[in-house]
């Protein structure tokens, strides 16, 4: 455990001599009586140094991508290019207000129209909205577009949304805080969605399916086309949970194979840092037949230069974030996205899709995985085969993994997987990277037969050891108690 820095204090110590005070009235003239300080206030006494070795040895402690590998699968935690951090901060964007005229900001209103027109490309769709602040908000703006298209259509009888059983667990959530009832789509022996009962759920009050495609297994849905053509049968619409869109750039567009709308992740697919809440933007693209129900504004381009056009404003399903969009976010996804090019973009799904294989192949002599053809950007395998025979949970692996420097995979996910692990290196991981990654899990695999104990006992050089979750949840103590 890490010295609190009243640990590091010493009498005397002072880390920054401030200014002689040049007002004269006394303070308590200036502040009332009743807001001073009977008793001097206690504060740790340190150095400059103490304090940044201080924060810097907490840091350190801490996983983030530029220290290892972060293999969790469905989130993408790729490495975020440091130029775009510099960008970003520009004092070109950080003085922007929203409130700003528009022709005060002609370059930023540029910047968006142009990422909106390229996330249509990239997407094979009509039009994009930049607004939502998170891929589940933008959930939630698609099946509130849903329910937009089919009020205008009078279709008021449909109520209900289907759901694959590897769907990511926001998909109902969202479904449900529109109105919208959730019904679920069993899998296949194959991993995929059943045909045979997708046939025996829709029916005319069917809103919609939401597909995650390549699923949370790692599989692309091979039937999709199939699927829309059962789902548009019914008038119900197709959407597309486009989180693991990082394993499609440039390969495939959702728009094309029978899609009518999805959302992006920029925090993801286009490497903004992610994590502990934020930041994150998840923009939704629309094919033609929605474009009326996009969120007000929209950034529009004519011969005077560009706009925020709230013409759709009478059908628009209307603001879904304040204001236009986490506008920083926006920005590091325009860069990596002009970095790279269309081609670049391809290459970028086929090395996160090669690196998946890769350690699939390596692991899959280690560990079970129930569905063994090649995989996308992920795949699933799980601790099935150490639980049965030396009585070792996946949680426990994930810990030892800590010891080993590396951060655990998502763990019980799907839950369609038994003690699921689900492993996404990203195209930015190097053949030496996952190599060290796979004798990691490989050594661990070899210590649940000679040494179980020692997997069960992990983490043992983490600064937090194994948490007790029954008295974490019943007990409320500080972790750190300041002195009296």
Do not use: W
Not at 105 to 122: C, F, R, V
Not at 242 to 251: D, E, K, P, W, Y
Not at 252 to 266: A, E
């Amino acid at each position: 455990m890490s010295k609190t820095i009243f640990e590091h204090s010493s009498p005397s110590r002072k880390g920054v001599t401030l200014p002689k005070r040049e007002i004269d009235t006394p303070l308590p003239t200036l502040i009332p009586e009743t807001m001073l300080r009977t008793k001097k206030v206690r504060l740790p006494e340190v150095s400059e140094l103490d304090v940044m070795r201080h924060y810097i040895s907490l840091s350190h402690k801490n996983h983030f991508i530029e220290k290892g590998l972060y293999p969790l699968g469905s989130c993408t935690m790729k490495y975020n290019p440091k130029l775009n951090e510099t960008l970003v901060r520009h004092s070109s964007f950080t003085t922007l207000h929203p409130f700003q005229p528009e022709e005060t900001m002609q370059g930023s209103l540029e910047l968006m129209y142009e990422l909106q027109n390229d996330l249509a490309e990239i997407s094979g769709m009509k039009g994009v909205t930049l607004q939502p602040s998170a891929g589940a908000q933008g959930e939630f703006t698609g099946i509130k577009i849903i329910a937009a298209y089919h009020k205008a259509k009078g279709n008021n009888h449909k109520d209900t949304i289907i759901i694959p059983d590897s769907a990511h667990g926001t998909n109902p959530a969202s479904c449900s805080l529109v109105g919208y009832k959730t019904v679920e789509l069993a899998s296949n022996k194959e991993g995929r969605c059943d045909i045979a009962k997708l046939r025996e759920l829709v029916n005319e009050n069917t809103a919609g399916i939401m597909i995650t495609n390549p699923s949370t297994l790692g599989l692309f849905e091979t039937q999709i086309e199939e699927i829309a053509e059962i789902i548009h049968s019914v008038d119900a619409l197709m959407y597309m949970d486009g989180a693991n869109l990082n394993a499609l750039l440039g390969i495939v567009q959702p728009g094309k194979i029978g899609f009518d709308l999805m959302h992006f992740n920029l925090h993801k697919t286009f490497a903004t840092p992610h994590g502990g809440g934020g930041p994150g933007s998840g923009p939704v693209a629309v094919n033609e037949k929605l474009l009326p129900f996009l969120p007000v504004p929209i950034v529009t381009k004519d011969e005077c230069g560009y706009h925020l056009s709230y013409e759709n404003e009478a059908t628009s399903i209307g603001k879904v974030h304040s204001f236009y969009g986490n506008f920083a976010v926006l920005i590091r996804a325009y860069i990596y996205i002009k970095m790279l090019g269309a081609e670049g973009l391809r290459r970028v799904s086929e090395n996160a899709i090669l690196n998946a294989n890769y350690l699939m192949k390596i692991l899959g002599d280690y560990y079970h995985i129930e569905h063994q053809e090649n995989c996308m950007h992920e795949f699933v395998m799980d601790g099935t085969r150490q639980k049965k025979e030396y009585g070792i949970t996946t949680l426990d692996i994930a810990k030892r993994l800590l010891d080993k420097g590396f951060h655990s995979p998502t763990i019980y996910f799907p839950l369609i997987i038994p003690e699921a692990m689900m492993v996404e290196p990203t195209e930015t991981e190097c053949l030496e990277s996952l190599d060290a990654f796979a004798k990691a899990m490989i050594e661990i695999a070899e210590e649940c037969k000679e040494n179980p104990e020692l997997v069960k006992e992990a983490p043992l050089t983490t600064p937090v050891k194994r948490v007790d979750d029954v008295r974490a949840v019943k007990v409320l103590e500080p972790i750190f108690p300041l002195p009296n």
